[in-house]
């Protein structure tokens, strides 16, 4: 969410409400709403490729063949990062 500010500036607010706060976490303020806009898509895809990376490793940990304490702390490199 994108909101003006007095001093004319934008800043960029968490679509969700914290709950302990009620607030919306303050995700960065930006001279212009484009550059607010291309932050916003920035976090939007970021979201999605952390989600999408943690169950490729949590999956690619669990097939691994050898001990089961050298797969639990190996790194699977993701595919949309490389």
């Not at 968490?14 to 898509?41: I, V």
Request: glycine share 6%.
């Amino acid at each position: 969410m994108i909101r003006k500010l007095a001093s004319g500036k934008y800043r960029l607010y968490s679509r969700k409400k914290d709950p302990k706060t009620g607030r919306r976490r303050n995700l960065g303020t930006f001279a212009s709403r484009t550059a607010a806009q291309k932050h916003e898509r920035a976090v939007q895809f970021f979201k999605r490729v952390d989600r999408l990376c943690s169950r490729r490793f949590s999956r690619d940990a669990r097939v691994k063949s050898g001990p089961p304490e050298r797969a639990v702390g190996m790194r699977v490199a993701c595919p949309i990062n490389a």
